[in-house]
């Protein structure tokens, strides 16, 4: 058996600027952190000539054209495991929830099957395949970020050219202040799952119509991952929650699905609680809020936060990116 697992994250900043309909024109720059919540994807050799799958379903069939799982079947195709291979999944969250599942979990499965072939890929490699099989093969109306950081993992600058190419660069950070981002930052769920794919369409769809200065807006944005990169990198930290409210204030103005009354109360009781900024994680919608406070705040932000029904999330910063955590394959 091989044991697979890769991070998901969070967005620090700059983050929607990885769309193919923001970057490709303009190119793309953001701030991502790897968490301590992983997927996993545990591969075995059956004792049977037969492909079987567990996720939320089970599958056993033939033949990779019989697969109904569209990730697990582009990455037996690509990988070209056609048959006697049997693959299970589990996640330390929920699915759509904003901290990048998908890309994590296509790169936890590409690194154990590339293990089951006793093959060795790197980080890029990883993370260039599942943009294929996400991005090229399946046409989801997303970005590279979810890859890039679940295969590099840390706290990573991405630039994103307008060729489709990636430049990766580690941001170096002292310890104490990675210590205080960690304690500073309260990351809640909202309870509320979505798609990502309805509400990043209708981001691209207003950006290409430079709907209400939407170029503009990303712009912003952009230089707001430059912003972060230099206050990180400072240690400067109680300036970056200054960014996040601004980054919220632009991101919301860019779908009509970004956010709605409920999501825009907890956001306001969590400010009047003491937070200097925050926004939701991801593509908006639902998922999980991230909330900056200083230490004397921390408190009264989190309390408000659990009386409106938000569940707390642990977490720590993780510097590993994708591993595999065992391997006891012999054959």
């Known amino acids: 058996m091989i044991v697979s697992r890769a991070p998901v994250r969070f967005s ?29 994807v545990c591969a075995a050799r059956p004792f049977y000539n ?5 996720y939320s379903t089970m599958e056993e069939v033939d033949s ?15 990988l070209g495991v056609e048959s006697q291979i049997e ?6 969250i929920p699915a ?23 093959q060795f890929a790197s980080s890029a490699q990883l993370a260039e395949e599942a943009c294929t099989i996400e991005i090229d093969r399946l046409k989801e109306p997303i970005g590279k970020q979810d890859q890039y950081i679940s295969a590099y993992g840390g706290i990573t600058a991405f630039t994103f050219n307008k060729d489709g190419s990636v430049d990766v660069e580690p941001i170096k950070m002292r310890d ?4 205080d981002l960690e304690s500073n930052l309260l990351v809640f769920y909202t309870g509320v799952e979505r798609s990502a794919s309805s509400v990043l369409s209708d981001q691209a769809k207003t950006i290409q119509s430079n709907t209400d200065d939407a170029v503009a807006r990303m712009h912003r944005i952009k230089e707001l991952g430059y912003e972060t990169r230099r206050i990180l990198m400072s240690g400067s930290i109680d300036k970056y929650g200054e960014l996040l409210h601004e980054h919220w204030t632009n991101k919301r103005k860019l779908s009509s699905k970004m956010s709605d009354p409920t999501i825009d109360e907890h956001y306001d009781a969590a400010r009047n609680a003491g937070a200097i900024g925050g926004k939701l994680i991801g593509a908006g919608g639902g998922g999980f809020f991230m909330f900056y406070a200083r230490p004397s705040e921390r408190r009264r932000v ?3 936060m659990i009386a409106r029904g938000l569940k707390p999330l642990r977490f720590r910063f993780d510097f590993d990116g994708a591993r595999i955590g065992a391997n006891f394959h012999r054959s």
């Open 176 to 179: 104490e202040v990675i210590a």
């Open 50 to 54: 037969t492909i079987r799958l567990a």
């Open 64 to 78: 990779v054209e019989q697969v109904n799982h569209r990730i697990y079947r582009e990455a037996l195709r690509l």
């Open 87 to 92: 693959l299970h999944s589990f996640a330390d």
């Open 96 to 118: 759509n929830t904003g901290l990048g599942s998908s890309g994590a979990f296509t790169v936890a499965l590409l690194n154990a099957l590339h293990t089951y072939k006793r």
């Open 12 to 40: 620090l900043g700059g983050g929607g600027t990885d769309l193919p309909s923001y970057s490709r024109e303009h190119g793309g720059f953001l701030v991502a952190s790897a968490i301590d919540k992983y997927i996993f």
């Open 302 to 304: 989190y309390e408000m």
